[in-house]
């Protein structure tokens, strides 16, 4: 399961990956860690162009679960039948890179360790998503599959479903259905690398 994930580019690389953008004068700054429930850019079909917005990640609670879900695995689920089978419901979660939990404690530090992974030479990508309106804004979720090689070595349950082309995501906000569904796939491991990143410094105080 993803639970975190960062998108430090910028629209200017968002318009050159995922053009054409109607709003490409948007605001978007750097989201350094991305968790759940918290607020994240997202692009839907606005016609023949897409629009950014901000969305909140994670499906509203429903039935016995107490969390928002965050991530969609099985598409025959009557929970998310509907919105597959809506192009209008679908979204693209830009992202540059994404975190999975190591399964044991660090030897030396006694505690798991972030492993992020980005795509190779490219470093602006998305995830599949999916989006509805819900009390307080919108909210969204993506779709997870089955692992490659390389997540799979860290979190062997399963990853994100990876659109890594303008062409994968115009066919993300386009295809019927069955050809959503047929996307939830993984990404191939020699596209994909795993990366060393700094954590973000923490906040400073403010003096005023």
């Not at 419901?89 to 798991?112: H, L, M, N, Y």
């Not at 295809?175 to 990404?187: H, V």
Request: hydrophobic content about 45%; aromatic content about 10%.
């Amino acid at each position: 399961m993803c639970n975190l994930y960062r998108m430090t580019s910028n629209v200017q690389a968002m318009v050159h990956l995922f053009a054409p953008v109607a709003n490409a004068q948007a605001n978007v700054p750097a989201f350094h860690e991305i968790y759940p429930d918290r607020d994240a850019p997202v692009l839907v079909a606005d016609g023949a162009s897409r629009r950014i917005e901000t969305m909140r990640w994670g499906w509203p609670p429903f039935g016995e679960i107490r969390r928002p879900v965050t991530n969609i695995r099985n598409l025959a689920s009557p929970m998310w039948c509907s919105a597959l089978a809506d192009p209008a419901r679908r979204c693209i979660v830009p992202v540059t890179e994404f975190s999975e939990w190591s399964q044991k404690p660090d030897a030396a530090t006694g505690r798991k360790r972030k492993h992020w992974f980005a795509l190779k030479d490219q470093p602006l990508f998305a995830f599949a998503g999916l989006w509805r309106q819900a009390e307080g804004g919108p909210r969204f979720a993506f779709l997870t599959c089955e692992a490659n090689a390389l997540v799979g070595a860290v979190h062997p349950k399963a990853m994100p479903v990876i659109l890594g082309s303008s062409l994968e995501a115009a066919r993300w906000l386009s295809a019927d259905g069955a050809g959503a569904a047929g996307m939830q796939r993984p990404y191939p491991d020699d596209a994909m690398i795993e990366v060393d990143i700094a954590e973000p410094p923490p906040a400073q105080p403010s003096l005023f």
